[in-house]
Nanobody, 119 residues
Framework: QVQLVESGGGLAQAGGSLRLSCAAS????????MGWYRQAPGKQREFIAR???????TYADSVKGRFTISRDSAKNTVSLQMNSLKPEDTAVYFC?????????????WGQGTLVTVSS
């Protein structure tokens, strides 16, 4: 029943910043970890960042020190602050969450939002 919708993608120059947001709806109390992935042209989808219900964060090496993931107190939204953008950050960014129901875990994905970084 959980649905995710991303927003905030667009065009930025190298060295600039963008902030992506992901809104969750439905059975939000079942949401566990939330995160972001991206898929660049010609490449497989890759992990970017994840945040747990207790605020533990994990980042891919490629974005450490530049991107920051956060979620609100209701744990129904997650954002990705992207600073010091590089052309290689150009990709479609997808919001992801893990939904838990008892001991059963499942993944939910948003539709994606395009980020383009020009040099």
């Amino acid at each position: 029943q959980v649905q995710l919708v991303e927003s905030g993608g667009g065009l930025a120059q190298a060295g600039g910043s963008l902030r992506l947001s992901c809104a969750a709806s439905g059975s939000i109390n079942s949401i566990d970890a939330m995160g972001w992935y991206r898929q660049a042209p010609g490449k497989q989808r890759e992990f970017i960042a994840r945040i747990t219900t207790v605020g533990r964060t994990t980042y891919a090496d490629s974005v450490k020190g530049r991107f920051t993931i956060s979620r609100d107190s209701a744990k129904n939204t997650v954002s990705l602050q992207m600073n010091s953008l590089k052309p290689e950050d150009t990709a479609v960014y997808f919001c992801n969450t893990v939904v838990v129901n008892g001991t059963v875990y499942s993944a939910v994905w948003g539709q994606g939002t395009l980020v383009t970084v020009s040099s």
